[in-house]
């Protein structure tokens, strides 16, 4: 299984902040990475595909990078409806694996 | 409009067999791959495999020996079936559909908590 570790696990950030998560995966992946935001008792919503591909729909302050192993999800001037928990997954293999999670929180 | 609709039992006895299932409204269903991804109580997400509508699938191995993913094209439906559950196994089970990329995914059945519980 190829593992996902996302750093850090909890962020404390403002709003207008700009905001960096990591994804590192354990073995090259290309860039077959998706990330997802996820609030509290609702499933996840796709945010970038592709490793910088933006889902339709998705506001253009995010933004994704990276290839082989090491990946970023940026988010700039952090909306008050960005406060959210962030996951990598991969899907480079049929065996599909998600990052652990980043909580973004209010500082 | 792409939804997904789930249901199964939400509390079992540890060694007793957990069954979902999803049904798909709207959309192709024999375009893609349909999932199951759970999430443990304040954890992170775990995808358990796939489906196609022909049947072929797609395991994690770590739960490969205790699940059982299957798909009743005349329904448009897929179901999950995990054997042997204890408390490790209570989550919110989600069924899920790829988006316009394969691998990705684009749609979210509402989730289902399952819990194990003697």
């Known amino acids: 299984d190829i593992q996902m570790t996302q750093s850090p696990s909890t962020l404390s950030a403002s709003v207008g902040d700009r905001v960096t998560i990591t994804c590192r995966a354990s073995?090259?992946?290309?860039?077959?990475l998706a990330w997802y935001q996820q609030k509290p008792g609702k499933a996840p919503k796709l945010l970038i595909y592709?490793?910088?591909y933006l889902e339709s729909g998705v506001p253009s302050r995010f933004s994704g990078s990276g290839s082989g192993t090491e990946f970023t999800l940026t988010i700039n001037r952090l909306q008050p409806d960005d406060f959210a928990t962030y996951y990598c997954?991969?899907?480079?293999?049929?065996?599909?694996?998600f990052g652990q999670g980043t909580k973004v929180e209010t500082k | 409009q792409v939804q997904l609709q789930q249901w199964g039992a939400g509390l079992l006895k540890p060694s007793e067999t957990l069954s979902l299932t999803c049904a798909v409204y709207?959309?192709?269903?024999?375009?893609?791959?349909w999932s199951w991804i759970r999430q443990p109580p304040g954890k992170g997400l775990e995808w358990i495999g796939e489906?196609?509508?022909?049947?072929?699938?797609n395991y994690n191995p770590s739960l490969k020996s205790r699940v059982t993913i299957s798909v009743d094209t005349s329904k448009n439906q897929f179901s999950l079936k995990l054997r042997t559950v204890t408390a490790a196994d209570t989550a919110v089970y989600y069924c899920?559909?790829?988006?316009?990329?394969?691998?990705?995914?684009?749609?979210w059945g509402q989730g289902t908590l399952v819990t194990v519980s003697s």
């Open positions: 899920a559909r790829e988006g316009r990329v394969r691998g990705v995914i684009g749609y």
């Open positions: 709207g959309g192709s269903f024999s375009d893609f791959y």
């Open positions: 489906i196609n509508h022909s049947g072929s699938t």
């Open positions: 073995q090259s992946i290309s860039t077959w």
């Open positions: 592709r490793a910088s």
């Open positions: 997954q991969q899907y480079d293999t049929y065996s599909r694996t």
